[in-house]
């Protein structure tokens, strides 16, 4: 059984700062990729941002120069640093981690329940 926990999320005003923080627990033997994808009402989930077990990071357009992902592998923890947020920002936020829970086998995506990020006008 594994599961990712996110925290961090809340209200704030457009132009302010908010980090989350996604920690991975249970059997797990190695993680991937690990990520944060948003939700807004009405539209799909999408890409925030992705870095591997190396430090490689990805962004999507809309957040670069913004937002910073970074990883603790040895908590097994993912955060997502997101300054001068936007009002289009507001979503839910989802973290993503491709893990295996052996040694063999392929990585299969595990999500976290979300987390809501507000950001008022």
């Known amino acids: 059984q594994v599961q990712l926990v996110e925290s961090g999320g809340g209200l704030v005003q457009a132009g302010g700062s908010l980090r989350l923080s996604c920690a991975a627990s249970?059997?797990?033997?190695?993680?991937?990729?690990m990520g944060w994808y948003r939700q807004a009402p009405g539209k799909q989930r999408e890409l925030v941002a992705v870095?591997?077990?190396?430090?490689?990071?990805n962004y999507a357009d809309s957040v670069k120069g913004r937002f910073t992902i970074s990883r603790d592998n040895a908590k097994n923890t993912v955060y997502l640093q997101m300054n001068s947020l936007k009002y289009e920002d507001t979503a839910v936020y989802y973290c993503?981690?491709?893990?295996?829970?052996?040694?063999?086998?392929?990585?299969?995506?595990?999500w976290g329940q979300g987390t809501q990020v507000t950001v008022s006008s």
């Open positions: 249970g059997s797990i033997f190695s993680i991937n990729d």
């Open positions: 870095i591997t077990r190396g430090g490689s990071t």
């Open positions: 993503n981690a491709h893990l295996k829970t052996t040694s063999w086998g392929r990585p299969i995506p595990s």
